[in-house]
């Protein structure tokens, strides 16, 4: 808080991640008696260098929801800056990285993160599936970051220049469970041992931290039909699981048939 | 800190991690404006009953240094209590897990995470190496936890049942690196390819988030000698590394030859 509040310029950044219902930028502002900016995906990759210009002169604050340096975009601001002689100062915070230790799953058995993204018309990637598969081969949980889509623009306004955007997007569990097994239907029809299935048991997390934070554990073919609520989702392919995790976890046990 | 302030009991968990310097139970207690009991690892370990017993008619708090779920106990604490009938609010914070992205490594090219835990007399420990080469093998970053030893108890003392403690250890950088080189050294001795070299960079950090936090970028040879100052200390050994994560980590290279 004396940190933010020492700051002559203050930018919320508004496009990796989102607040919990009720906190916007107003509630924000009166927290710390500051006026706040949103700082939307064009500011920070984009204009980033007026950000580290402004900080030459007067301490400036950019507020990030999770821990700053998630996303890659934000270590690059902090290299640029302190190669430009500006002075940083990071203040962690909580990130879904580790607060997903509040389903019950130990954070130790984790193997590389995933993200799973929307897919278009032409292109479907699917490379996440073979991360999972070899966190599987050992034994390690595989967390799933879902896609958030903000300040995107359709094919039509781009070509014509217009800065008009579409609705933010925000992949629930649901979506990210139909693509699971649509890449595993694929690979049955080529023979192939996919590591899991529609009965395969997974964890679907909403709002981690939030008041109204929802876990779900269910088959992957259940997933498919279940709505966990607003966004933010994160989904959980468990490995082998410990019986003290096996236990946690079903206290999240939801039967939707 | 309201949900601090509205309990009746306040304990603070002192074995997993430790506070920053400056900060004790006596800060905590002034900030918070209420009495915290400190709760050893024998509190947690052997009374949670009684701490759930408690919480069945009054509220009652347990502060932890980090996530709160990122130890065994604590997730197992949860379980029990709420197996016992009482509710559990979890306040989640910030982990090493996330808050290492301070050294520029992207969060998302890490694998699973090792412990690297004081070698005893007849007790040499190495199940550690394997996870880092599968993680190197998949060109992933590996996260080294570093042992923390407190309220050990010496055979002599166990023997007479004497309530006497050790003073604490915590494993510095230095003393990881030598272990880590004296496993490949007598991998050597086999024939066996190691997976890291004395000449192999690695990043080590110390009181990351504190005001006189310290990262290092230099080989294990190096960092056996390497004095980085008061605990806790973590250790990174990376994987394949983006060229924007190798001019970061050069930020912090150390010549200490």
Redesign the interface.
Known sequence: MVTVQKCSRVYLESYTSIMSFGLDKKKLEEFFNKEIEEADRMTIELDSDDIIDEAFDSDVCLLVV?????A?TH??L??NA?KAGVDVE?V????I???V??C?L??????????IVFWEENWHPDSYYFKIA?NKK?G?HTLC?LDIKTKEQSIKNMMKGRKEFLPPRYMTCSDAAKQLLEIVDQMSDENMEPVYTKSTEVVALAR??WDDQKIVFCSLEALCDLDMGPPLHSLIIPGELHP?EL??LK?FYHNVF
Chains 1, 2 share one sequence.
């Open positions: 999770g821990d700053p340096l998630g890659t270590a690059s902090v290299f302190r990071i962690h915070n909580a990130s990285i580790s607060a230790g509040c019950g130990q954070l130790y058995r984790f193997g590389e993160i995933v993200s070899e050992r390690l970051l981690v931290g003290m236990d946690f206290s």
